[in-house]
């Protein structure tokens, strides 16, 4: 949401944002108000803001309802798939007055999609886990922005059917399943580990091809306005061959035509 009001111009509006709000460097400067699902509901007070902006999957619904009994606006928005990030995208917008801001930063990222999906369409699609964990494995599931976004990708998730948009999946399913593509996007402290789990687990086509990557980006796991960057970042981890450039330095556009699964 701090990043959406940043990318819609809004950002010299916001009088308080969550501890975990990093982005752009200007949000760093901002009075801190706790964490998203915990907010300091003295501290909102005291800043008198004309609105408040949670998030209705994570916000707390108690502290929304104590927010409102203090005299202040709630608004609670959803994030749950790509469609849900363009409609509050143009929620927001419309909110602070602009509505012409949301149609434009949405019209922004849905050329950036158009961009990506045109040019993975030739390639096969690769099948992907997408982790965020590695002791246990936590993946990306079904009902998840991410998920949509592998599919985008050229991907097929190995773990899109499933009913929850994050599970723990045990080292034989991942065996059994056989992904050609591990992207490891927010390993943090764990990334030293990850090089000794797959190398217990060679059967595995992308660890036998190398197409292991710790990819830590908050591009891909935030659902804000870098989601069209996001989604080229995981396009191009899935089929790097559709995005080489020739020794030009050109890139050659339809280089993954005909491309091996």
């Known amino acids: 949401v701090t990043e959406t009001l940043f ?14 709000c990093d982005y ?3 949000a760093l400067k901002l009075p801190k108000i706790g964490g998203f699902m915990s907010p300091s509901l003295e501290v909102i007070a005291s800043k008198r803001p004309d609105l408040v902006i949670g998030v209705s999957s994570a916000t707390d619904p108690v502290k929304a309802r104590e927010m409102e009994r203090l005299g202040l606006k709630v ?3 959803s994030l749950a798939s790509v469609s849900d990030i363009l409609t ?3 929620t927001i917008a419309r909110l602070l007055g ?14 950036q999609f158009d961009a990506v999906t045109k040019r993975v369409a030739p390639a096969p699609r690769r099948s992907t886990l997408l982790l965020v964990g590695v002791r246990p494995l936590v993946a990306v599931g079904g009902k998840n922005f991410i998920d949509e976004l592998i599919t985008l990708a050229g991907g097929e998730n190995i773990a899109g059917n499933a009913a929850q948009p994050w599970l723990n999946l045990p080292d ?3 065996v059994a399943r056989a992904p050609q593509v591990i992207i490891e996007a927010g390993m943090g402290s764990e990334r030293g580990e990850s090089a000794q789990h797959w190398a217990d687990l060679k059967s595995i086509p992308a660890v036998k091809e190398r197409r292991v990557y710790s990819y830590p980006s908050d591009k891909i796991l935030r659902p804000g306005p870098r989601i069209g960057e996001g989604l080229e970042e995981i396009a191009r981890l899935v089929h790097p061959e559709c995005f080489a450039a020739s020794k030009n330095g050109v890139n050659k556009g339809n280089g993954c035509e005909g491309s091996r699964p």
Do not use: C, Q, W
């Open 172 to 174: 034989e399913y991942v």
């Open 75 to 77: 608004t609670l928005i």
């Open 24 to 26: 752009p460097a200007e």
């Open 88 to 90: 509050s995208t143009k």
């Open 98 to 111: 602009s509505p012409e801001a949301g149609e434009k930063l949405v019209d922004k990222i849905s050329r």
């Open 7 to 20: 990318a819609l111009g809004f950002g010299n509006r916001l009088v308080g944002v969550t501890t975990y």
